[in-house]
């Protein structure tokens, strides 16, 4: 079965200081890897995505995500966050296959504080 | 680009009930996408279309509930004899293309309170 890790369901960060947020999928076709952003009440807002090429992606509001396909992990990451990068994160992956439904991951909540 | 559109933003009913939701694409998106997301976790696929046909549908998708996108256009999502578990939030999702690379452009979603 297709499946995303998110493997933190929270990340707690003070302001200006760097962020990982770790996503693992399953894998045995090839992929497209996205990571969106929720605030609350709102829909789901692409940040990046990797499709192909180089593994490390860059993204909207600085963030950037490598791809790794050994590990099957495509973090996400971020050398200086700010309090309006407080929301929820989602990984998701599409299958090459199944023409274009997204399988995501439950979610990491980024909270930066002052 | 005017985005994706979701009416209503709210919507509580008495279980029993039936309830519809609107989603209008963006207009040049030939595909579309619904999804359920309940607290805590991430977006479950429910069905998608490509133009008026409805290609795929979830196992999480009983019969009670129909989704239709007649002339290629907007979509309805029903659910009929709702019950306490069909709260959650409703997202609709388009895509341009005939393949998976694209990313879909998502609505602020319809979020259902099953009283």
């Known amino acids: 079965a297709q499946s995303v890790t998110q493997l933190d369901s929270q990340v707690p960060v003070f302001e200006e200081a760097p962020v990982e947020l770790r996503c693992n999928y399953s894998?045995?076709?090839?992929?497209?890897l996205f990571w969106y952003v929720q605030y609350p009440n709102q829909g789901l807002q692409l940040l990046l995505k990797y499709l192909s090429g180089s593994t490390l992606v860059k993204g909207i509001n600085g963030f950037e995500a490598e791809f790794n396909k050994s590990q099957t992990s495509f973090h996400l990451r971020k050398p200086s966050v700010h309090i309006s990068d407080t929301a929820e994160y989602f990984c998701a992956v599409t299958y090459n296959t199944n023409a274009g439904k997204s399988t995501f991951g439950d979610g990491t909540t980024l909270t930066v504080k002052p | 680009d005017t985005g994706v559109s979701q009416d209503p933003r709210h919507k509580i009913t008495k279980r029993g009930q039936n309830v519809t939701f609107r989603c209008d694409p963006i207009s040049e998106h030939n595909r579309l996408y619904w999804y359920r997301q309940t607290l805590g976790q991430g977006p479950e696929f429910l069905t998608y279309?490509?133009?008026?046909?409805?290609?795929?549908k979830s196992r999480l998708l009983s019969d009670r509930f129909s989704a239709e996108r007649p002339k290629g256009s907007f979509s309805t999502l029903e659910i009929q004899r709702t019950e306490q578990g069909d709260s959650a939030m409703y997202l609709c999702?388009?895509?341009?293309?005939?393949?998976?690379?694209?990313?879909?452009?998502f609505g602020d979603g319809t979020r259902l309170s099953i009283l």
């Open positions: 279309f490509q133009n008026e046909a409805q290609l795929e």
């Open positions: 894998s045995s076709v090839s992929v497209y």
């Open positions: 999702a388009s895509s341009l293309g005939v393949g998976a690379k694209e990313p879909q452009h």
